[in-house]
């Protein structure tokens, strides 16, 4: 993982063609298994906002709220995240870059537009450093290589 003072990036080769990779970070029914359980608000439209809530290591549950940004199929997602009530916001963005017929490469980046409140643990960089890392080494790894 990559890191500046105000983002995070990653590069990770994914056996699975760019079509089925899109697929898995783009429908609800993939993302359940190995990200995050979206409710339906949860569509590829731009502008479109989205929220989910994810838990930490105090049993807290955070809402986030995001809003589709950028969207080319098969190739390109861009979000932003960020935490109703806290300040701070960010863009996320996922791009494919096809290797073969069936290895992709992802192109990851977590930008801090606006760093969050880092007097909330939960919200400090280091956070989402190993979130990320366990998420799209392990997790979408794990899930990948299984389908």
């Known amino acids: 993982m990559e890191k ?12 699975a063609s760019a079509a089925t990779l899109w697929k898995v970070i783009t429908e609800r029914a993939h993302l359940k298994h190995w990200y995050f359980d979206f409710a339906e ?8 906002t989205f929220e989910w809530s994810a838990g930490d290591t105090e049993n ?21 995240w960020e935490y109703p009530g806290y300040s701070g916001t960010s863009v996320v963005t ?4 096809p290797i073969d017929a ?4 992802l192109h990851f980046s977590h930008v801090f537009t606006v760093p ?13 450093e190993m979130g990320w890392t366990h998420i799209l ?6 899930y990948v290589d299984n389908l």
């Open 4 to 15: 500046t003072n105000n983002s995070l990036s990653f590069k990770k080769t994914y056996k």
């Open 41 to 48: 608000d949860w569509q590829l439209n731009i502008g479109q």
């Open 60 to 80: 807290k549950q955070w809402l986030h709220r995001g809003v589709m940004l950028e969207i080319i199929p098969n190739q390109k997602l861009v979000h932003s």
């Open 94 to 97: 996922w791009e494919l870059h």
């Open 102 to 105: 069936n290895t992709t490469e």
């Open 116 to 128: 969050f409140d880092v007097t909330k643990p939960a919200l400090k960089r280091e956070n989402f």
């Open 137 to 142: 080494n392990i997790s979408l790894v794990e």
